[in-house]
T-cell receptor, first 114, second 114 residues
Framework: NAGVTQTPKFQVLKTGQSMTLQCAQD?????MSWYRQDPGMGLRLIHY???????DQGEVPNGYNVSRSTTEDFPLRLLSAAPSQTSVYFC?????????????FGNGTRLTVT | AQSVTQLGSHVSVSEGALVLLRCNYS??????LFWYVQYPNQGLQLLLK??????LVKGINGFEAEFKKSETSFHLTKPSAHMSDAAEYFC????????????FGDGTTLTVKP
């Protein structure tokens, strides 16, 4: 099992550009989510999905879109990049959306917006 | 709203000394509690979790944590620090009532001195 795979590992964008961060898991997990990590602020939830075809907003959804057409994939789209979106992005999945199911994380995408 | 507070953004201990990382949560419903560890340039990994049952939970790498409902705390301890324990540690809380969304503390960076 590869677990949770994120691509790319690093990305530099100019303000206003768009891009998609890829996330795939091979564990048949029901629940997938995107977090951003900023120094001193822990992890903040951007969007999440409790199953294919179902997505919802987290704490900081503005400027991001998601879709979940398959169980395995959960891409995160930046519509028009802004310097405030410079961050490390983590995709995480868990077996179910039930609260006692721990998260499995990818290794992150480090995004810089200039 | 649920929240998690980790006291001390940086903790430094000597090798062989006790490690104590503090976590308090705010909640009006029973929580599920997790500790994750993050090594440099990696995603988070589960250390241990409390769901139900025994309040003293043992995890990987010799860490344990005790759920104290009366104090709304879930502090992480290890009797004897090792150099390899140097990392960032995150406390997280979820509930069955919020579709499994995890709320993370701001993290505590543990430094281990030789």
């Amino acid at each position: 099992n590869a677990g949770v795979t994120q691509t790319p590992k690093f990305q530099v964008l100019k303000t206003g550009q768009s891009m998609t961060l890829q996330c795939a898991q091979d564990m048949n997990h029901e629940y997938m989510s995107w977090y951003r990590q900023d120094p001193g602020m822990g992890l903040r939830l951007i969007h999440y999905s409790v199953g294919a075809g179902i997505t919802d907003q987290g704490e900081v959804p503005n400027g991001y879109n998601v879709s979940r057409s398959t169980t395995e994939d959960f891409p995160l789209r930046l519509l028009s990049a802004a310097p405030s979106q410079t961050s490390v992005y983590f995709c995480a999945s868990s077996l179910t959306w039930v609260g006692n199911s721990p998260l499995h994380f990818g290794n992150g995408t480090r995004l810089t917006v200039t | 709203a649920q929240s998690v507070t980790q006291l001390g953004s940086h903790v430094s201990v000597s090798e062989g000394a006790l490690v104590l990382l503090r976590c308090n949560y705010s909640s009006s419903v029973p929580p599920y509690l997790f500790w994750y560890v993050q090594y440099p340039n990696q995603g988070l990994q589960l250390l241990l979790k409390y769901t139900t049952g025994a309040t003293l939970v043992k995890g990987i790498n010799g860490f344990e944590a005790e759920f104290k409902k009366s104090e709304t705390s879930f502090h992480l301890t290890k009797p004897s620090a090792h150099m390899s324990d140097a990392a960032e540690y995150f406390c997280a809380v979820t509930y069955n009532t919020n579709a499994g969304k995890s709320t993370f503390g701001d993290g505590t960076t543990l430094t281990v001195k030789p």
